[in-house]
């Protein structure tokens, strides 16, 4: 199983970035693709997730409203569109798969695990 997340850059507070998380290798009907954050000395967080079999989402409080999950199955990626970009936004982005039928943003409750990619909000 792969996860292979990209999309990371450098991007003034306010402005936007999309991230994708192409998935290879896992061939289960039921699981949650989460995208995580952890930013310099913070504890890995969930930020927002989407089922695989019916789209259903789940988002952390601090980025409701701008940020987005979504799915295309056809070519098994998930990505993650952030709007709105603020300074503590800053961290490693991850995604990961919960190999169950059910949405959570509990980093402990997903099996596997793709590299990061950084995203930097900074002026």
């Known amino acids: 199983v792969q996860l292979q997340a990209s999309g990371g850059g450098l991007v003034q507070p306010g402005g936007s970035l999309r991230l994708s998380c192409v998935v290879s290798g896992f061939t289960e009907r039921y699981y949650t693709i989460g995208w995580f954050r952890q930013g310099p000395g913070k504890e890995r967080e969930g930020v927002a997730c989407?089922?695989?079999?019916?789209?259903?989402?789940l988002y952390t409080n601090t980025v409701k409203g701008r940020f987005t999950v979504s799915r295309n199955n056809a070519e098994n990626t998930v990505y993650l569109q952030m709007d709105n970009l603020k300074p503590e936004d800053t961290a490693v982005y991850y995604c990961?798969?919960?190999?169950?039928?059910?949405?959570?943003?509990?980093?402990?409750?997903?099996?596997?695990w793709g590299q990061g990619t950084q995203v930097t909000v900074s002026s």
């Open positions: 990961a798969i919960l190999p169950t039928l059910m949405v959570s943003l509990r980093p402990d409750r997903y099996t596997y």
């Open positions: 989407v089922a695989h079999d019916d789209g259903s989402t």
